[in-house]
């Protein structure tokens, strides 16, 4: 239990609070429109289907608040450097934005169709309380119309007002019922093209449909102006309600019984999101501005296996390990951004981004540099970025494990970069005295462009007589011994025969366990960061060491995960 909190604490509490807040709210506002007597007049035409709507529209309003927040990179990033005093969990919560984003989206889906279902439910009951299907009392509240001078509509109920509507005329010609839907579809678009199937194989698909959040948003400010649901308002004289509810044929002619006066709540929806899409619309204006700001080529390179090596020089960027950029290619799309991790260090004066082959932007911009006319400029790029991740605080660690597969070794390219850098220059601020670095790829051809960042690494580290500062060990996944029985009459030389590096090369997957325990040992009272850019499947299971592998006892070696988030 001790080792859960250590590394999940912070981040249950946070989540706790939300779910507490969720579920006050629901609480809260499904009593009161149950229970308030100013409601007791809408109860006798919609029965608890009142409580059922408005309680979850209390909670999406919430949540319609917190959902942009996640995705504001700009804010996320001064976030970040704000919380250097609140210790790396504070700012470890922060790299789990694109989670909690998913998890707001689930609680808006959930209450969006439980408030959808109420309300459908609703307007039959309007429907059916005007024909006088459900008695007198509703028949007789459902017939109270306005009068001609009174301008401000507080007689009527029922927004029912002709006996020839239907669910599909009311749907479509009140504002509450068409932004309704308008709401709905476009959630559903966003929600179903964001399954991870779609998202990794169309991103475009993803991206243009998940730009319908303008329209969700546009929508869902007016959606309560048409104030539907209506709660009785004071009179003078005032209206006796437990007298007055079995006498209808009394109201307006006696003094206690005065024809009672409805009017819809205030449209409060606009006061929660309007914070958020203030800062949102900030946010992409800053993105725009970023846009329009030069960026300039110093060098191009073609790697093997289709790796596009991007060197970029911008007025004023600053740059940290690990962090990330989106760039732009208005010939490819105008709208498309996409996200990739800078592989420089922040003491170059450019930065440097890998990109390999991955779906139609990246293949269309490979092919236009490949099409380049020797010594030509590439494509006009924008850049939007730096953002900050996990990396950054890799040497806020005195142990780092850094775990990349395939290409999402690019962060850790920075951060081995930065230590060379340092060490180059003789940095008195380097906290980290101990790296293992573990990259696992499927073939020989994903080592190329990276092998000669390691070999220059290896060899400063040796000069330096530092070589037991970095341990590394790279994985072949996509091989195993029977495989590799013709590179193993090798095995015996001085560098490997597939990396040129003198750490030979594994084959197989690792031994989480194994690497772990040796971690421990070898550190056994030091605070370990573990470090991955790679699937979800091997940060669940990298989580799970850290937990089993960390000691309560603060004298004892811990282990926190890590993981980038895009």
């Given amino acids: 239990m001790g080792n859960w909190i250590?590394?999940?604490?912070?981040?249950?509490?946070?989540?706790?609070?939300?779910?507490?807040?969720?579920?006050?709210?629901?609480?809260?506002?499904?009593?009161?429109?149950?229970?308030?007597?100013?409601?007791?007049?809408?109860?006798?035409?919609?029965?608890?289907?009142?409580?059922?709507?408005?309680?979850?529209?209390?909670?999406?309003?919430?949540?319609?608040?917190?959902?942009?927040?996640?995705?504001?990179?700009?804010?996320?990033?001064?976030?970040?450097?704000?919380?250097?005093?609140c210790g790396r969990t504070m700012r470890k919560q922060l790299d789990k934005n694109l989670t909690f984003?998913?998890?707001?989206?689930?609680?808006?889906?959930?209450?969006?169709?439980?408030?959808?279902?109420?309300?459908?439910?609703?307007?039959?009951?309007?429907?059916?309380?005007?024909?006088?299907?459900?008695?007198?009392?509703?028949?007789?509240?459902?017939?109270?119309?306005?009068?001609?001078?009174?301008?401000?509509?507080?007689?009527?109920?029922?927004?029912?007002?002709?006996?020839?509507?239907?669910?599909?005329?009311?749907?479509?010609?009140?504002?509450?019922?068409?932004?309704?839907?308008?709401?709905?579809?476009?959630?559903?678009?966003?929600?179903?093209?964001?399954?991870?199937?779609?998202?990794?194989?169309?991103?475009?698909?993803?991206?243009?449909?998940?730009?319908?959040?303008?329209?969700?948003?546009?929508?869902?400010?007016?959606?309560?102006?048409?104030?539907?649901?209506?709660?009785?308002?004071?009179?003078?004289?005032?209206?006796?309600?437990?007298?007055?509810?079995?006498?209808?044929?009394?109201?307006?002619?006696?003094?206690?019984?005065?024809?009672?006066?409805?009017?819809?709540?205030?449209?409060?929806?606009?006061?929660?999101?309007?914070?958020?899409?203030?800062?949102?619309?900030?946010?992409?204006?800053l993105r725009f501005i970023r846009y329009l700001q030069a960026v300039r080529y110093k060098k191009i390179v073609m790697h093997p296996s289709r790796v596009l090596e991007l060197q970029l020089v911008k007025s004023g960027f600053k740059m940290d390990v690990g962090q990330y950029v989106f760039l732009n290619c208005p010939e490819i799309s105008q709208l498309e951004w996409h996200p990739f991790t800078m592989t420089s260090a922040p003491e170059e004066e450019f930065f440097t981004i890998h990109i390999r082959q991955a779906g139609d932007w990246t293949e269309k911009l490979i092919k236009m540099v490949e099409n380049l006319p020797e010594g030509s400029q590439g494509p006009k790029i924008g850049v939007d970025g730096p953002f900050g991740t996990a990396s950054e605080d890799v040497f806020d660690y005195e142990v780092s494990m850094l775990v990349g597969a395939g290409i999402g070794v690019t962060p850790f390219a920075s951060i081995l970069k930065s230590i060379w850098y340092k060490f180059k220059d003789s940095n008195p601020k380097l906290r980290t005295r101990k790296i293992y670095f573990y990259w696992l790829c499927r073939e020989t051809h994903a080592f190329e462009w990276f092998a000669d960042l390691l070999q220059v690494l290896e060899k400063e580290m040796d000069e330096r007589g530092l070589k037991d500062f970095l341990t590394y060990k790279l994985f072949l996944t996509g091989w195993d011994h029977t495989h590799a029985a013709h590179v193993m009459v090798h095995f015996d030389k001085d560098t490997d025969v597939i990396t040129g590096l003198k750490q030979k090369t594994h084959y197989g997957r690792p031994n989480w366990d194994k690497e772990f325990e040796q971690v421990r040992q070898e550190n056994p009272s030091s605070v370990v960061g573990t470090f991955l850019c790679g699937p979800a499947a091997l940060a669940k299971v990298l989580e799970k060491k850290c937990v089993k592998y960390s000691d309560v006892d603060p004298r004892k070696t811990k282990f926190y995960f890590n993981k980038e988030n895009f």
């Avoid at 507490?20 to 809408?42: A, E």
């Avoid at 005329?169 to 964001?194: K, N, Q, R």
């Avoid at 308002?233 to 044929?249: A, G, W």
Wanted: proline letters at 5%.
């Fill in 6 to 85: 250590i590394n999940h604490g912070l981040e249950s509490f946070i989540l706790v609070v939300w779910m507490g807040i969720n579920i006050f709210l629901f609480v809260r506002f499904y009593l009161f429109y149950d229970s308030g007597p100013q409601f007791f007049y809408t109860r006798q035409l919609l029965g608890s289907a009142l409580a059922w709507a408005r309680a979850p529209a209390a909670v999406l309003n919430f949540n319609c608040m917190l959902i942009l927040l996640p995705v504001c990179r700009n804010l996320l990033s001064l976030l970040r450097g704000s919380f250097v005093c």
């Fill in 101 to 285: 984003h998913k998890l707001v989206a689930y609680m808006i889906a959930l209450m969006t169709a439980v408030h959808t279902v109420a309300h459908l439910l609703n307007v039959e009951w309007y429907i059916n309380s005007r024909h006088g299907r459900y008695g007198p009392l509703p028949g007789n509240l459902s017939m109270l119309e306005d009068d001609d001078d009174d301008d401000h509509h507080t007689t009527f109920l029922n927004p029912v007002q002709s006996d020839s509507t239907t669910p599909t005329i009311f749907a479509f010609t009140t504002i509450a019922g068409l932004t309704g839907v308008v709401i709905t579809l476009a959630l559903i678009l966003m929600i179903t093209s964001s399954m991870e199937v779609i998202r990794r194989s169309y991103f475009e698909v993803f991206w243009y449909t998940h730009h319908l959040f303008i329209i969700f948003f546009a929508g869902l400010v007016f959606h309560g102006a048409g104030r539907i649901v209506r709660g009785q308002v004071s009179t003078d004289p005032p209206h006796n309600t437990t007298l007055c509810k079995d006498h209808p044929d009394k109201w307006g002619k006696i003094s206690e019984c005065p024809i009672p006066q409805f009017a819809g709540g205030f449209p409060q929806t606009w006061m929660w999101v309007i914070g958020p899409m203030v800062i949102y619309v900030c946010e992409r204006l």
